[in-house]
């Protein structure tokens, strides 16, 4: 007798009984052609990322605030972290934050424990910096027809920022997920303005239709898709100091091989166990942390 779906959700479910979907049933949910896929890799070990062993500090509350975007036609909160022992009007560079699906500007400051990470390691040295996140909406971050959050992040944040004593000449970009992507668009449609680029488990796509089935409007049609696919433009990061990484269990690791074997320099990218969570996203924070410090500094 064929396995239902609702038996394959309830055997994967129960942790030990991954053995009783038999092979048939393991590869079929592996294969996502039925069900279960993120409960079968936790299940499987597959986002069983490594600890982070760094040193972590407490943090300071961020500083939050509105203004008024053309470029998104609407008013736009935004966050800032700054580093202990440094408060707003302190001359530091920054690093901008670009957010996830569904998610904001507070979240984006404290994504992967980021401050806590920063904290830890400026008693080793590393170079202080701030994190600066505006909420960027669900568009993922590139220009709409009435929504242009990526013109409002460089024409309209940066400045302000630079008003309150931040040093917008020298500027990192970190994003997650959609903000991964965000900040893989930044570079390429700013390829002078970083000095460092982080993405991390960057959301991706194959094709216009697999946008659509995942982040159903993220794109306003297959030309908009296609003016703004990364993987396309991939000979252009050549000499952009980029940094990817994800999960190999990730459902967007498909995606990022793809673009990394296009890439000038595949090693910019590394692969590593976990899913797409904010585990894996600690475990790789501290070296990021630690990079994006020394490109500001640099």
Known sequence: MPISRRRILQLVAA???????????????DAEVLPGRSVLDHALGRC???????????????VTGSF???ARRREVAFAISYPPGYAPGARLPVCLALHGYAADARSAVTAAR???????????GVPPFALAAPDG?????????????????VDEFLPLLAGRGLRTDRVAVAGWSM????????????????????ATSPAIFRSYADAERVNAGAFDGPDEWA?????????????????????????FAGAVETLRDRLPD?????????????????????????????????
């Open 15 to 29: 942790g030990g009984g991954v053995t009783a979907l038999g092979a048939a049933g393991i590869a079929l949910v």
């Open 48 to 62: 069983d990322a490594a600890p982070p062993t760094a040193p972590q500090g407490t943090p300071q509350p961020p």
């Open 68 to 70: 008024r975007s053309a």
């Open 114 to 124: 980021y401050p806590e990470f920063l904290a830890g390691a400026l008693a080793a």
């Open 137 to 153: 909406g669900d568009g993922y971050w590139h220009p709409h027809a009435t929504d242009d959050p990526l013109g409002m992040l």
């Open 179 to 198: 903000g991964g992507y965000g900040a893989l668009l930044a570079a390429l449609t700013h390829p002078d303005r970083f000095r460092t680029v982080v």
């Open 227 to 251: 003016r703004y696919d990364v993987t396309a433009r991939a000979a252009q990061f050549a000499g952009l100091p980029v940094r990817i990484a994800i999960g190999a269990a990730d459902p």
């Open 266 to 298: 595949p090693e910019v990218v590394t692969i590593g166990v976990g899913c797409h969570d904010g585990d894996y996203w600690a475990s790789v924070a501290p070296a990021q942390v630690r990079a994006i410090g020394a490109a500001l500094a640099g």
